[in-house]
C-alpha cells in the first residue's frame, strides 16, 4: 500500500477542469461532524458530483495521486464510518446531489433510485404507487439511501422484511479503480457470477462507492394492527413469536421486546407518554400487516387467548384503533429519548441467537457486577436477536461518574456476547468505532479474506481508509 | 497463475499419511459425468473427506502442490460445473460423507446441515421440528446443499421465499488457501465486514468450498390451496400476480406460467395428465399457503371473481381438495418431462425483468425466424421473471434434425434476454456452459472485479478451474 496523500489545492486545481462548478462546494463543519460527537474531521475537499460519471472520475483521479476518499451520505451513522479523523484533508465525497427516483415500476415491484436519495423519500414514491418499501430506521428522514445499503440498515421491520440488503435487487457502483459496476436490475434471479452486490452492500465504502440501487417495492398491508403483551419473561417472548408466526405467518411484521427498566424511564422522564399495561417486567409489542381478508384484531384476540393458556402471557391490550396503534408505537419508539434523557454510560448494539437471548439477559448483570452498580435498560428486535443493552448509572449518579468504567462496560458485554455467539455490530456496522472489536472477535478466517478483497479492489487504499479495517 | 498438475500417485501417496483411509474411494464413472452428457472428466483423484479439517488438508496440499480441485456435491448441476473434462486428473472432491445434521432448533428457526446433506432431508427434518425450509427443486431428492448454496438454487416458492441465498444464514467453507471460513450462525443481524457468505453462495466453488450451512427455517403454512386460471395473455397474468398479491400477501407461494404449447406436448406424451382447463392459450397455476385464520379457497374464488370483473381471467378452477392441488402441480412438474419426450432443440434458463416478460415473449418466435420454423414451449416461474424457454421441432422433424441450428438459436435466445435487461442463466449457474456467455454479456467492470477477487483469494487458481470464469 502506498503512503496517502491530501488533497491540496494542486489536485483541486487539476479536477476543476473535469468536473463541474457545480461539484465543488465550501466545506460545513456538518460534514466533519456526527450525530454522537465521538470523530471530528480535521478538514477535507468537499467534493457533491452529480452524476455516476462525475463519481467516477473522482474516484479515478484520486486513484491516481493516492488521494483519500471518504463517502459522505445523510451523516447519520452511529460508528463513525463517514467521518475520517486521522486523515489530513481527504476527499469528503457527498452524495447530496446524486437524489433523483430514476424509476418506480409497480409492475415490476421495483424502484431505482440514486445513492443521495433520502430514505423516507423512497417510502414516499412506494406509496405513491400503492406499494410498500419497507425499511423503517429512526433516522429515514435524513438518511441517504447510499449509506443505508453501505451499513445494511436494519430497523424494526427487519423480521418480516430482512434487512437493507435483503431488500435491494441490484446496484451501480464506482469501484476503487475509477471503474462503473453497472448492476442496476429488477432480477430476481440472476446467477451470473460473483455476487458483487452483496459483498458492496455492508462495506461501508472501502469496497466502492454505491452511486445508484435497484429496491424492491412489496405489497402494502391492507390491515394493520398491533398489540402490547405482558409476557412472562423473555424465554415466553421468544414462544410467543413462533406461536404469532405459527399462526399468522409473514403477517408479523414486528415484535419488540421492552424491559421494565425503559418503562420506568418514560415514567420519570417522558410522563406524557401512555403505558397501556403499567410496567410490566417484560412486555412485547406485536405489529401485524394482513390482506385483504385478513382481521388483525380477531387475529391477536386469538394469539392472546392461546398463549393466556399456555402461560405466556399475564396481560395484554389489543388496539382498537389506527389511533391506539401509534400510541403503542410511540411509546416504543420513545425508549431511546428516555435513555437520553437519563444518559447511558453505554450502549450496545449487538445481537445474540434468538434462542440465547433468555440467557443473555439472565447473564448480563453479572457480566458487569464487577465494574460497580448500574441500571440495564434492554429492548430491542427480539424477532431478529439484535437488542438494545444500553448501561446507566444508579439514580443520583450521572454519565460522567463512571468515564473510567466505559471501556470496561463494553468489553464485558462484547465478551459476553461473543461467548454466546452473537454480534457485537448488529446493524450500525463497524466505521471506525469497531475495528478494533472486529480484530478481537472476527473468525480468523473471515477477516484474511476480507483483507485479501480489500487488497485486490483497492490496492493504494484509497477507498474509506480505516473503517471496518485497519488502515496500515 | 502457476501452471496446474494432476493429483498422481505420489500427490496421492503424501495425502494418504494426512487423511484416513475413508477419505479415499475409487473413482467411479459417475463423477466424470453429468445429466446431460455435455462434458465428461478424463480422470481423477476421489476424495470423499469426513469432516471440514480434512477438506482444509486436502485443499492446503493442492494449493501447495497447484492441483485442481473439483466441488462434487450431488451431481445434479445442468451447467458442467461439477465436471472438469479439460483438466488431466485433478481431485473431485466428493462432500458425501459429510451429511450430517449438526443442529434443528425450532425456537430459533434455524437448522445447521453440513455440505453433503440432501436437500430433501434438510425438507424433511424442517417439517419434523413443524418447522418448513422452502427451497423445492426439481433434484431435491440427490441435490446436496453444499452445491444447491454454491450455485444459488432457485425453484418454484423464489416468489415469497427467495433463492438459495436468502435461506441461508451462514456458512463453513474452505477457502483456496486451505484456511477455514467458520461463518455458520443462526444471528438475522450481523454487521461485522464483508459478507462472504453471499459471496461464496453462487460461486460455484471457484473461491471455496461450502462445508456447512445454516439455513433458515419458517412457519409452515396452515392451509394451502392452489387454482389454476385461463389468463387473458401474459400481461394479464403480471396484473393477476400483483392483484393477487396486493390481496393475498406473501401467502402467494408460488405463480406459475403455462402456456399452451406445454399442454399440447403434455396431451400428445402423456394422456394420463388431467387438463382441467383443457388448452387454454396462457394459463397460470397459483399456489397460496396460508395461516391459521386464513381460507385459500374462499382467497382464490375472491381473487378469481375480482381478477375476472376485470378481464384478467377468462376460466378457472380452484382446487377443492389438496388431491386436486396435488393435481395441478402433476401437470405443472410434468412439463418438463413432455419437453423430453418431444426433445427439444435447444432449451434456456433465463429471466427478464418482470415488466417485460410480454414483451420478451411476444418478440420471441421473430428473434428465431430466420433460422427456421420451431415450436416454442415457454413456461415458469413467472412472479420471479424466471422462463424456461425451450425451442423444439416442427412435428414431424427431430431434434437431430437442427444439431447445425443449436449455436444460432442460443444466441438469437439470449441476444433477446440481453436486450431486455434479463439474464442469461436466471437459476442454473454458469458453470462451464456459460462461460463465454458471461464474457459476451457480463458488465465489463463486473467481470474485471470477479477476476480480481478470485485472483485475490485463489493465486494458483486451484479451484474448479474452468468454471464460471475462463481459466488462463
Known amino acids: 500500500m502506498k503512503d496517502l496523500t491530501s488533497a491540496t489545492g494542486d489536485f483541486a486545481e487539476r479536477l476543476r477542469r473535469d468536473l463541474p462548478a457545480a461539484a465543488f462546494r465550501e466545506m460545513e ?9 465521538r470523530w471530528a474531521g480535521r478538514d477535507g475537499l468537499l467534493l457533491a458530483p452529480g452524476t455516476t460519471e462525475e463519481v467516477a472520475t473522482i474516484v479515478r483521479a484520486a486513484a491516481d495521486a493516492c488521494v483519500p476518499v471518504v463517502p459522505y451520505g445523510g ?32 409492475t415490476e415491484n421495483a424502484i431505482t433510485v440514486e445513492a443521495g436519495v433520502i430514505l423516507q423519500s423512497v417510502q414516499e414514491a412506494a406509496e405513491a404507487a400503492d406499494r410498500l418499501f419497507p425499511l423503517t430506521i429512526a433516522a ?6 447510499g449509506g443505508v445499503l453501505s451499513t445494511n440498515a436494519g430497523g ?15 446496484i451501480e457502483a464506482v469501484l476503487p479503480d475509477g471503474s462503473i459496476l453497472r448492476g442496476l436490475s429488477p432480477l430476481r434471479k440472476n446467477n451470473t457470477g460473483y455476487d458483487l452486490r452483496h459483498l458492496l452492500i455492508g462495506a461501508e465504502g472501502t469496497l466502492g462507492i454505491i452511486t445508484a440501487a435497484t429496491l424492491k417495492l412489496l405489497p402494502r398491508p391492507v390491515h394493520t394492527g398491533a398489540a402490547m403483551m405482558a409476557v412472562r419473561d423473555p424465554a415466553a417472548a421468544l414462544d410467543l413469536l413462533n406461536l404469532a408466526r405459527d399462526r399468522i405467518g409473514e403477517g408479523v411484521s414486528a415484535f419488540e421486546l421492552i424491559g421494565r427498566m425503559g418503562l420506568d424511564f418514560l415514567a420519570e422522564t417522558m410522563p406524557e407518554v401512555r403505558l397501556p399495561l403499567g410496567t410490566p417486567d417484560w412486555s412485547v409489542l406485536i405489529d401485524l400487516g394482513l390482506g385483504v381478508s385478513g382481521d388483525p384484531q380477531a387475529a391477536l384476540e386469538d394469539l392472546f387467548a392461546v398463549a393466556h393458556e399456555a402461560a405466556l402471557v399475564t396481560d395484554g391490550v389489543v388496539a382498537q384503533s389506527e389511533g391506539q396503534r401509534r400510541d403503542f408505537w410511540t411509546l416504543r419508539e420513545s425508549i431511546p429519548e428516555a435513555n437520553r434523557r437519563i444518559g447511558s454510560v453505554s450502549s450496545h448494539d449487538i445481537s445474540v441467537p434468538i434462542a440465547s437471548i433468555p440467557a443473555f439477559i439472565s447473564e448480563g448483570p453479572a457480566a458487569i457486577a464487577a465494574i460497580g452498580e448500574f441500571r440495564i435498560n434492554c429492548f430491542g428486535h427480539v424477532g431478529d436477536g439484535n437488542l438494545h443493552y444500553n448501561v446507566f448509572p444508579m439514580p443520583g449518579r450521572s454519565r460522567a461518574d463512571h468515564d473510567e468504567d466505559r471501556k470496561a462496560i463494553k468489553t464485558a458485554v462484547h465478551d459476553l456476547v461473543h461467548a454466546h455467539h452473537g454480534s ?3 446493524e450500525h456496522g463497524v466505521g471506525r468505532l469497531k475495528v478494533g472489536d472486529l480484530e478481537t472477535y472476527l473468525d480468523p478466517g473471515k477477516l ?8 485486490a479492489l483497492d490496492p493504494a487504499g484509497i477507498l474509506n481508509p480505516g473503517a471496518v479495517l485497519r488502515a496500515n
Open 448 to 455: 484474511a479474506a476480507m483483507r485479501a478483497i480489500k487488497r
Open 424 to 426: 457485537v455490530s448488529a
Open 29 to 37: 463543519p456538518r460534514y466533519l461532524e456526527e450525530p454522537r460527537g
Open 75 to 106: 451523516g447519520t451513522g452511529l460508528v463513525g464510518g463517514q467521518i475520517a479523523a486521522d486523515l489530513d484533508a481527504p476527499i469528503v465525497l457527498s452524495l447530496e446531489r446524486m437524489n433523483r427516483i430514476r424509476k418506480v415500476d409497480a
Open 140 to 145: 429515514q428522514g435524513s438518511a441517504r439511501i
Open 156 to 170: 424494526v421491520n427487519v423480521l418480516r422484511y430482512g434487512n437493507a440488503r435483503d431488500l435491494c435487487l441490484g
